[in-house]
């Protein structure tokens, strides 16, 4: 059978253009000055919106956080990986981790005072965790997967705290990968 969809009103579709729009700005503020240069106020202002109009499509600071963190992930998880050996894998999410962590950090900040942000930061733990297990499987046990990802994901972490360089930083996670798997 035949079925169309609805054409979308004037409205939704000028709701859409609008939340776009603050959400980039958001995103470009988030990228260039973290949580603190995401000021509602200022948003507004650069906008030519009154602050009230972003606080109708966004009630809270943190949910306009979410909406331009979840931008950013998107558009760096869609530079897809190469396809290559399991370490290839690994060391490419460790990349994405990489220019994430800033990010990742002032989420978990965040997430301890605004539970938007805490169910965000589950999902988002829970969305690398499937990725690690997807890059793992060629190589790891069905029964050690689990283990092995947290033990991965625990090594990236660990070593994406330390101020090096990205050479050094693959290089430490080749090792560990290394003797986790082997």
């Not at 059978?1 to 700005?25: M, S």
């Not at 000021?39 to 606080?55: F, I």
């Not at 399991?86 to 800033?102: C, G, M």
Request: charged content about 35%; aromatic content about 8%.
């Amino acid at each position: 059978p035949y079925h169309h969809a609805v054409p979308r009103n004037r409205a939704d579709v000028a709701r859409d253009v609008k939340v776009d729009e603050i959400v980039e700005a958001a995103r470009a503020r988030l990228v260039d000055g973290g949580y603190g240069a995401l000021s509602v106020a200022g948003l507004a202002r650069e906008l030519g919106l009154a602050q009230a109009a972003v606080y109708w499509y966004f009630p809270t600071k943190d949910d306009l956080f979410v909406a331009a963190v979840e931008r950013i992930l998107h558009d760096i998880l869609e530079r897809k990986p190469r396809r290559g050996t399991t370490i290839d894998r690994v060391l490419w999410l460790a990349d994405r981790l990489h220019e994430f962590h800033d990010l990742r950090m002032t989420m978990r900040d965040r997430a301890r005072v605004a539970e938007g942000v805490a169910r965000f930061e589950a999902d988002v733990n829970a969305l690398f965790r499937v990725l690690l297990i997807n890059a793992l499987r060629d190589d790891v046990d069905g029964a050690e997967i689990d283990d092995v990802a947290d033990a991965v994901m625990a090594l990236c972490d660990g070593v994406l705290l330390r101020d090096l360089g990205q050479r050094r930083r693959r290089e430490l996670i080749r090792f560990g990968f290394e003797r986790l798997v082997r």
